[in-house]
């Protein structure tokens, strides 16, 4: 799914996810947090591009809907939120972004941020994909089907835009070294009850 080079192992809902329920509510209602603040940054970096606005603007509506009904799931549930948790395979693909001022330098560094945001929904979805068919429970079965359907979409979206607006830039090279990077880092996670943990 989606070139990912590491497919999430069964293993990891049945014997990790399952055992702390509350634990992955909350993570994942965070990350859902994290993706709506991710693109409300891609819009404060980028005023300048309508489209990429206007996107972004419509996904951090969704992404907090999102984290709203994880929430409601968390309270129908008897649970409670939380503080926030870090998300280490988030900090580490962000060690791979490419950085740089200046003007000549702007457009990859989108780029890169765009093609970081389609790796985390691109995982996240696999991640919802192998949730959806394994976990014992009806209720969260059924939901992680539907987000993972939208995350497929969240990832077409910043895909397809690195690749409009990468203009100079060879996105899917870049993509490709994106894969490949994720495939090691991956290598150190599912052994958690986080999404990406």
């Given at each position: 799914?989606?070139?990912?080079?590491?497919?999430?192992?069964?293993?990891?809902?049945?014997?990790?996810?399952?055992?702390?329920?509350?634990?992955?509510?909350?993570?994942?209602?965070?990350?859902?947090?994290?993706?709506?603040?991710?693109?409300?940054?891609?819009?404060?970096?980028?005023?300048?591009?309508?489209?990429?606005?206007?996107?972004?603007?419509?996904?951090?509506?969704?992404?907090?809907?999102?984290?709203?009904?994880?929430?409601?799931?968390?309270?129908?549930?008897?649970?409670?939120?939380?503080?926030?948790?870090?998300?280490?395979?988030?900090?580490?693909?962000?060690?791979?972004?490419?950085?740089?001022?200046?003007?000549?330098?702007?457009?990859?560094?989108?780029?890169?941020?765009?093609?970081?945001?389609?790796?985390?929904?691109?995982?996240?979805?696999?991640?919802?994909?192998?949730?959806?068919?394994?976990?014992?429970?009806?209720?969260?079965?059924?939901?992680?089907?539907?987000?993972m359907i939208s995350e497929a979409?969240?990832?077409?979206?910043?895909?397809?835009?690195?690749?409009?607006?990468?203009?100079?830039?060879?996105?899917?090279?870049?993509?490709?070294?994106?894969?490949?990077?994720?495939?090691?880092?991956?290598?150190?996670?599912?052994?958690?009850?986080?999404?990406?943990?």
């Amino acid at each position: 799914m989606f070139k990912l080079q590491l497919p999430t192992d069964p293993f990891w809902v049945k014997n990790v996810v399952e055992s702390n329920i509350e634990e992955i509510l909350t993570d994942h209602a965070y990350c859902e947090q994290k993706a709506a603040t991710n693109a409300i940054t891609l819009i404060i970096q980028n005023p300048n591009i309508a489209e990429l606005v206007q996107e972004m603007a419509e996904l951090v509506k969704e992404e907090m809907d999102h984290f709203k009904r994880v929430h409601a799931i968390i309270i129908k549930r008897g649970y409670t939120l939380g503080l926030e948790r870090k998300d280490n395979y988030v900090n580490e693909l962000i060690k791979f972004l490419k950085r740089g001022g200046g003007e000549s330098k702007r457009t990859e560094s989108m780029v890169d941020r765009l093609l970081l945001a389609a790796m985390i929904e691109a995982r996240s979805c696999e991640r919802f994909k192998v949730l959806s068919e394994y976990v014992d429970d009806k209720e969260l079965s059924e939901f992680y089907h539907e987000l993972m359907i939208s995350e497929a979409t969240h990832y077409t979206l910043f895909i397809g835009l690195a690749r409009k607006y990468g203009e100079g830039i060879d996105v899917e090279k870049r993509w490709q070294e994106w894969l490949d990077y994720e495939g090691k880092v991956i290598q150190n996670y599912g052994k958690a009850e986080t999404i990406h943990g």
